[in-house]
């Protein structure tokens, strides 16, 4: 009988360490699944959370020539990375053709 019960109690301990085991992986999925799309949002360039209000793009008249905005993202008066891209989309411009001009100028 000491034998059945301490099977019973290990099968009951089993039990409950499957059923923790179930609820920490569903915490791992929904954290992973929060990763992945805050990565996305990121590589889009949507992420609300960390950016700052857009201001108002400005008319396309008052943009300067690319050549010269290059020249400037160059020069480093628009910041690194992120920020670059954040500076130069608030003013109206088109963030993947500016970059892509400064590393043709950068050849």
């Known amino acids: 009988m000491g034998q059945e019960k301490t099977f ?15 609820k920490a992986n569903e915490k791992v999925q929904a954290a992973t699944d929060k990763a992945v799309a805050f990565a996305q949002s990121l590589k889009q360039g949507t992420n609300q959370a960390a950016s700052a209000p857009a201001a108002p793009a400005k008319p396309a008249a008052s943009l ?5 905005i290059a020249k400037l993202v160059i020069r480093g008066n628009y910041g690194n990375g992120e920020e ?3 500076r ?17 100028l950068l050849k």
């Open 8 to 22: 019973s109690s290990a099968l009951s301990n089993l039990a409950k360490m499957k059923t923790d085991a179930e």
């Open 64 to 68: 300067k020539p690319l050549d010269e």
């Open 88 to 104: 130069l989309i608030a003013e109206g411009y088109d963030y993947a053709q500016v970059q892509k001009r400064v590393n043709e």
């Open 84 to 86: 670059r891209k954040k």
